[in-house]
């Protein structure tokens, strides 16, 4: 009779590690030597801060995996003109997989949590429609506690797609990894490459 609460026990165990992994590694198609990857978002794709575009995380990601990685990042944008240059990206660049970081900027602004979902939602559904598979990484509130809205949980679980939700609050709460009160230095865009490329080899696209 003591078996059973021992088997509740552990499937308790089970249910709560799951929902408190901070990293969702959901399977993605591997990629091949010749697959291309679109980095897309703003400031934190493009690399502000790091010293100079080569140190950005998506050319250290080129560096890392050895595919074609391109930087579609531009300063100051939010989701809204993000949406709006997204097909013309993904025509131009035909990539296999997209690595989305959108949002610090709607979240800086206030421009309301609730359009900045509608508008990820869009951008995720175009990309798939293109043919290309996604990975979304969460942006934190730029606040004490530096924790992403739950919006981007909810985005991954409705699409089924991998989502890195601890990476940049990893690196926003360390100062040695930061430039400013914002934007990563080199050292932090490194371990933003790092943490894409193991959460892509967690997910067997590498």
């Given at each position: 009779m003591k078996?059973?609460p021992?088997?509740?026990a ?8 799951a929902?408190?992994?901070s990293e ?14 679109l980095?897309y978002g703003?400031s ?15 050319a250290v990601?080129a ?5 074609e990685v ?6 100051g944008?939010?989701?809204?003109e993000g ?9 131009e660049?035909q990539?296999?997989?997209v690595?989305?970081c959108?949002?610090g ?5 206030k421009?309301?949590e ?6 990820l939602?869009?951008m ?20 004490i ?7 981007y949980?909810?985005l991954?679980i409705?699409?089924q797609i ?10 926003e709460r360390k100062?040695?990894l930061?430039?400013?009160q914002?934007h ?6 490194k ?9 892509l ?5 590498l």
């Amino acid at each position: 009779m003591k078996v059973l609460p021992l088997f509740y026990a552990l499937v308790s165990f089970v249910l709560l590690s799951a929902c408190s992994s901070s990293e969702d590694a959901s399977s993605l198609t591997a990629l091949t030597s010749q697959s291309v990857i679109l980095s897309y978002g703003d400031s934190l794709t493009f690399g502000t801060g790091a010293g100079g575009k080569e140190y950005s995380y998506p050319a250290v990601l080129a560096k890392l995996t050895g595919l074609e990685v391109h930087n579609r990042g531009i300063p100051g944008e939010v989701s809204k003109e993000g949406l709006a240059r997204l097909s013309s990206v993904l025509q131009e660049t035909q990539p296999d997989l997209v690595i989305l970081c959108h949002g610090g900027n709607d979240l800086i602004q206030k421009l309301g949590e609730t359009q900045l979902k509608d508008n990820l939602d869009q951008m995720i559904g175009l990309i798939k429609a293109s043919g290309a598979e996604v990975v979304l990484v969460a942006v934190p509130k730029f606040s004490i506690m530096l924790t992403p809205p739950e919006l981007y949980q909810q985005l991954a679980i409705e699409h089924q797609i991998p989502v890195a939700l601890q990476l940049l609050t990893k690196i926003e709460r360390k100062p040695e990894l930061k430039s400013d009160q914002i934007h990563p230095n080199a050292a932090g865009y490194k371990l933003f490459a790092e943490q894409i490329q193991q959460l892509l080899t967690q997910s067997s696209a590498l």
